[in-house]
């Protein structure tokens, strides 16, 4: 399919995860200029260098996290590896809630887990609920490893509310597991109500501490602040994980980028807010472009965080096109559909099924695009 989109050279892509900002000046003065002037070349620390370690350490000042208790890699993806590879021993099952990010099942299969799917409710918006908790309960064994939480998601948007992590935090903690908390897209909210991270629910001091040593926060700087090429993400967890988990980083990246972590550490300044705040406005712009183009004619999922818009696929003849009028019947077919839209609208989407068998039916749009090119893609869709 994207071999196809990539031979139309006037293609629209609503495929891409990757914000359409670029790295702020001063970040890529600090990850280029600093380190020249400096010298900076070398090997640092598989943990990452203390100032950047001390720098995210006080994002999470509130859990009191010390540096000792961060890890910095080169990318979530290679930190979520570091995280499984950990944990997991052949056999193990992991909880995962779907539709879900493609990376979580493949690298369990990779090191001999076992992903179990908790399907989402698409009448519920995918949002976790009491029934999905009930779920959870049921697909407890004694193999169960860890629980999987991805706020907001990727690919649906969704937000999963503080009272939902509260009954999922009481689950891990009443059966000893491990919470991987995956915050990537935690900048990007349109709802009135904070993103709230698991570590963060609970007023009791015993059970904050109880399930703060069982969560392993994972967490980027690629979406917030539009650094997708530094390839550079990390871990917050107990002393006791982080000691494992350096470990097996050694075996694993020995060393993160040096210019990249420098540049990491000028993008945590508190003065890079209005920036970051910038491009979430501009994203709600799309968000609400979406609404008002498609609202009438398909079914959107609610678009609470993130820059994902999950969209139901119709389960009649297209109209894709208008040649293709009371046309092909796609019978709610998102492959169909997302092939369609590649050959008559020149509009990429990325299909629902690509992230499990709860993501089937329906299209995923990233809307990171100049505010021309969504309309204008949109347009072509509707």
Not at 183 to 201: D, G, L
Not at 235 to 253: G, I, N, P, T, W
Not at 324 to 331: M, N, S
Request: aromatic content about 8%; hydrophobic content about 40%.
């Amino acid at each position: 399919m994207f071999e196809i989109a990539g031979s139309k050279p006037n293609l629209i892509s609503f495929g891409l995860g990757e914000p359409s900002f670029d790295t702020f000046d001063a970040v890529k003065q600090a990850g280029s200029g600093t380190i020249l002037a400096d010298n900076l070349m070398r090997y640092t620390s598989v943990t990452g260098i203390p100032p950047l370690k001390e720098a995210i350490a006080k994002q999470y000042s509130s859990q009191n996290v010390t540096a000792n208790q961060v890890i910095v890699g080169p990318s979530a993806t290679t930190i979520l590896y570091l995280t499984f590879l950990t944990l997991i021993n052949p056999g193990d099952e992991v909880i995962i809630f779907s539709p879900n990010f493609t990376v979580y099942p493949a690298q369990i299969t990779a090191l001999g887990g076992k992903p179990i799917f908790i399907n989402l409710d698409a009448a519920s918006d995918f949002e976790i609920s009491d029934n999905t908790v009930s779920l959870v309960r049921e697909a407890v064994t004694p193999k169960t490893k860890a629980i999987i939480i991805n706020n907001p998601s990727n690919p649906t948007g969704s937000i999963t509310p503080a009272n939902m992590l509260k009954k999922l935090a009481d689950i891990a903690i009443e059966n000893d597991l491990y919470v991987i908390s995956d915050e990537v897209y935690e900048a990007y909210n349109y709802t009135e109500e904070p993103v709230v991270s698991i570590t963060n629910v609970y007023e009791d001091t015993i059970k904050a501490e109880q399930i703060r040593d069982l969560t392993i926060i994972v967490n980027s700087f690629s979406k917030t602040f539009a650094m997708t090429g530094w390839r550079i993400g990390y871990l917050v967890a107990s002393l006791k994980f982080v000691e494992l988990a350096s470990k097996m980083a050694e075996h694993l990246y020995a060393s993160t980028n040096t210019a990249s972590q420098y540049a990491a550490l000028e993008a945590l300044d508190s003065s890079h807010l209005q920036e970051i705040s910038a491009m979430r406005d501009f994203y709600n712009i799309n968000r609400l472009m979406i609404e008002e183009i498609l609202g009438d004619t398909l079914k959107i999922s609610k678009m609470s965080g993130a820059f994902y818009s999950f969209i139901a696929v119709p389960n009649e003849k297209s109209e894709v096109g208008t040649d293709l009028a009371g046309g092909t019947d796609l019978a709610g077919d998102d492959e169909k559909f997302a092939m369609e839209l590649i050959d008559k609208c020149e509009v990429a989407v990325t299909p629902g099924s690509a992230f499990g068998e709860a993501g089937k039916g329906f299209v995923r749009i990233s809307y990171v695009n100049n505010h021309e090119e969504m309309k204008r893609g949109l347009e072509l869709i509707k």
